[in-house]
């Protein structure tokens, strides 16, 4: 849904159901436009003499009363990653419920719109973060691939909060892995202290979402595999997804989180480095080097801890690539788009490993007879799925293997 949308339409039904129900309405950001950045929109307005602030996270509006000097403590909550230690200022003020849009300067209207999504895209939407120059020192790319994954996480945490998006879920912890493996790879540019603790605290928030992730693959693959059969695992399973979504969202609102996103924001803006530059190719050749040995060992008979040994591995050399590709260009784009493949590969191994492990931990807590012999054969089913990865492995890796080698190995 695009920017804004979700509340124009609140704003039609409103004007549509009173007939003639005209308002105006304040919207609200940080200076650096924040709220917008995570397509964010907020705003107050006045409803029958009261007050009323709007948010709205993920194409739904969350609202509640409230006067203009502070935003009510519930919406205030949700938007905790985004405004923590900013304040809030007016940015734009439009009316509705006419047969346009009008932005006001006080009564005066300074210009009128078509619709609501057309003037917030005008007035609010934030401009674009300049790009790193190619030549610019390494230091310079890893912050920029920084500030986009702390942009992420500013934009999934409100959802996580809000809903039980799995998506949201998902690309929170992609953002993190991402900051994880890129300080791993340039660690050479950074305080030796300093970045094994941000790097413990990324595994640490990483770790208490990683439950509700697993639960929702293995609840999404089940809701078309398992049918009605599967019934008394899958009950079984969604108690155990609300506890996951439980542990996750206490997380994010604990005072150890808060202070990950304040030593994020420093990383981005001040890092403590040793040295400014290196040769961010290099870190790509490192990194796939390494994926290449892993993989060459791996033989019919490789355990599942050696394939997913080679996933995180697959996982480091794509977003050292990905890292390197405003230096490399074509050659770092075109791995990473082969390594998105072999992740899809041996990321099925392991999914298909994690289910297994979670059926058999959930029926192992109940005495049901159905639910074991049920379980039994969603097991099977897993089984089926890992030896379909092992036999597509092989041939993903050759592709990748390949452009590797045009990548990295002759630079």
């Known amino acids: ?21 005209v308002f105006v309405a304040t919207y609200h950001d940080t200076a650096d436009r924040r709220l917008a950045r995570a397509h964010i ?5 006045m409803r029958n ?35 923590r230690n900013r304040k809030l200022e007016e940015i734009v ?40 120059r190619r030549r610019a020192p390494a230091i310079e790319h890893v912050r920029a691939y920084l500030r986009a994954q702390v942009a992420e996480i500013e934009r999934t945490d409100p959802l ?8 949201a879920v998902h690309d929170f912890r992609v953002a993190v892995r991402r900051m994880r493996s890129v300080l791993r790879s340039t660690r050479e540019l950074f305080d030796e202290d300093w970045l094994k603790a941000l790097r413990e605290e990324l595994r640490w928030i990483g770790g208490e979402l ?15 595999e398992a049918g009605s059969e599967g019934a008394p695992v ?21 005072e150890r989180y808060l202070k990950l996103l304040d030593r994020l924001t420093a990383a981005v803006d001040a890092p403590p480095v040793r040295q400014s530059d290196l040769s961010l190719e290099a870190v ?79 029926v192992d807590r109940t005495k049901s007879m159905e639910s074991a012999f049920v379980a039994g054969r969603l097991v099977e089913r897993t089984t089926a799925l890992r030896r379909k990865a092992r036999r597509e492995l092989p041939r993903a890796w050759k592709r990748l293997e390949r452009q590797g080698r045009k990548a990295w190995a002759s630079n």
């Open 1 to 21: 849904m695009r920017f804004g949308a979700r509340i124009a339409e609140v704003a039609d039904e409103t004007s549509s159901n009173s007939g003639a129900d």
């Open 41 to 45: 929109a907020l705003r107050r307005r």
């Open 49 to 83: 003499g009261t007050g009323l602030w709007e948010a709205e996270i993920g194409g739904e509006v969350l609202s509640a009363p409230g006067g203009p000097a502070t935003l009510p403590e519930e919406l205030a909550g949700r938007l905790t990653a985004l405004l």
């Open 93 to 132: 003020r439009l009316r509705t419920g006419t047969e346009d849009v009008a932005l006001l300067e006080g009564q005066h209207v300074l210009r009128s719109y078509e619709n609501l999504d057309t003037a917030l895209r005008d007035t609010i939407a934030p401009t674009r973060e300049a790009r790193t």
């Open 160 to 167: 996580i909060r809000s809903s039980d998006d799995p998506d």
């Open 210 to 224: 990683a439950a509700a992730r697993d639960l929702d693959v293995l609840l999404a693959r089940l809701g078309k």
């Open 234 to 254: 899958v009950k079984l399973l969604e108690t155990e997804r609300r506890r996951a979504w439980k542990r996750a969202r206490a997380a994010l609102s604990g």
């Open 284 to 362: 790509a050749r490192r990194e796939f080097k390494k994926l290449d040995r892993a993989t060459r060992k791996l033989g019919p008979k490789a355990s599942a801890e050696q394939v997913h040994r080679t996933r995180i591995l697959a996982k480091r050399a794509r977003y050292a690539a990905e890292l390197a590709e405003p230096v490399a260009g074509k050659r770092a784009r075109r791995f990473v788009k082969e390594a998105k493949r072999f992740q899809d590969v041996v990321g099925a191994h392991q999914d298909a490993v994690v289910a297994a492990g979670k059926i058999h931990g959930v």
